[in-house]
């Protein structure tokens, strides 16, 4: 049975989708078979996989809605052991329509429940806010993993992501864990990086990956070609880095860090 991973926070530009895409090519790399989800009705993760969203026949929107089986939507990644369940735009239209649906939140996870036993991990990258769509993938996951930009106002609504998650935990998924947090976009060659990293460090000691994920050109090239950093560029630091945290969550066993109740107290105070 597959462990699933939520790659949620709800500030915009902190390295969402290009943790799901490259962790996912990571974990693929060494031979773990990933289901990677696009979650986010932007579509980026399936056009970082070098998926052309305009000759989809069907989407995650399809699969929500009951028009379509997980198995009918999944498309082969471009190195072996990944697929992929595609979005685009039209996803947008699952919140209006399922709004007023019994067990909306749990539409994700009946769905992914269809092929739950046939991967190692499924990956689902989710929509910079505190959604539906996200509150569908929460209630899917069994880890969050919560990418942290290393630059100023970073910690700036942590907390309100801390506390959404002990919600859902309470109403929805009681199994949800934190997998981790996972430091982005760091910059060793100015303070502030090393500030946020160690601020990170301070409030949630047990759960910030060793892994850091630097600030990298070729991260940033990659999505243009429609290529994870491991396709495009192997030997760069951004795809260290990832395949770095593929060791750290296989070896070291951090997709399984309990939610405690300290953690809701250490996120007030931020």
Same mark, same amino acid.
């Given at each position: 049975?597959?462990? $699933?991973?939520?790659?949620?926070?709800?500030?915009?530009?902190?390295?969402?989708?290009?943790?799901?895409?490259?962790?996912?090519?990571?974990?693929?790399?060494?031979?773990?078979?990933?289901?990677?989800?696009?979650?986010?009705?932007?579509?980026?993760?399936?056009?970082?996989?070098?998926?052309?969203?305009?000759?989809?026949?069907?989407? *995650?929107?399809?699969? /929500?809605?009951?028009?379509?089986?997980?198995?009918?939507?999944?498309?082969?990644?471009?190195?072996?052991?990944?697929?992929?369940?595609?979005? %685009?735009?039209?996803?947008?239209?699952?919140?209006?329509?399922?709004?007023?649906?019994?067990?909306?939140?749990?539409? /994700?996870?009946?769905?992914?429940?269809?092929?739950?036993?046939?991967?190692?991990?499924?990956?689902?990258?989710?929509?910079?806010? *505190?959604?539906?769509?996200?509150?569908?993938?929460?209630?899917?996951?069994?880890?969050?993993?919560?990418?942290?930009?290393?630059?100023?106002?970073?910690?700036?609504? *942590?907390?309100? *992501?801390?506390?959404?998650?002990?919600?859902?935990?309470? %109403? /929805?998924?009681?199994? /949800?864990?934190?997998?981790?947090?996972?430091?982005?976009?760091?910059?060793?060659? $100015?303070?502030?990086? +090393?500030?946020?990293?160690?601020?990170?460090?301070?409030?949630?000691?047990?759960?910030?990956?060793?892994?850091?994920?630097?600030?990298?050109?070729?991260?940033?090239?990659?999505?243009?070609?429609?290529?994870?950093?491991?396709?495009?560029?192997?030997? +760069?630091?951004?795809?260290?880095?990832?395949?770095?945290?593929?060791?750290?969550?296989?070896?070291?066993?951090?997709?399984?860090?309990?939610?405690?109740?300290?953690?809701?107290?250490?996120?007030?105070?931020?």
């Amino acid at each position: 049975m597959a462990y $699933t991973f939520c790659i949620a926070n709800q500030k915009g530009g902190v390295g969402k989708t290009t943790t799901a895409v490259n962790l996912a090519a990571a974990l693929a790399v060494a031979e773990r078979r990933i289901l990677m989800v696009d979650c986010d009705p932007q579509g980026n993760a399936t056009t970082g996989l070098g998926i052309d969203k305009q000759t989809l026949g069907k989407t *995650l929107y399809d699969g /929500l809605i009951g028009a379509a089986s997980a198995e009918e939507l999944t498309v082969e990644g471009q190195i072996p052991f990944l697929r992929i369940i595609p979005a %685009r735009v039209e996803l947008i239209g699952f919140e209006v329509e399922m709004v007023a649906a019994p067990d909306r939140e749990r539409a /994700l996870k009946s769905l992914l429940d269809q092929v739950a036993a046939e991967y190692d991990f499924i990956l689902i990258d989710c929509p910079p806010s *505190l959604s539906l769509l996200t509150i569908n993938a929460m209630t899917a996951a069994d880890g969050l993993i919560i990418p942290l930009q290393c630059e100023f106002y970073a910690l700036e609504g *942590l907390g309100q *992501l801390m506390r959404t998650m002990n919600r859902i935990r309470q %109403r /929805l998924n009681p199994a /949800l864990e934190i997998a981790g947090i996972l430091l982005t976009m760091f910059d060793k060659r $100015t303070n502030l990086s +090393s500030q946020v990293a160690e601020e990170a460090r301070k409030y949630f000691p047990e759960l910030v990956f060793q892994t850091v994920v630097p600030r990298n050109v070729r991260l940033g090239e990659a999505p243009s070609f429609g290529k994870s950093i491991i396709a495009y560029d192997a030997q +760069s630091a951004g795809a260290q880095s990832y395949l770095e945290l593929a060791r750290e969550i296989l070896q070291d066993g951090r997709r399984r860090r309990p939610v405690t109740e300290t953690v809701d107290k250490e996120a007030a105070t931020i």
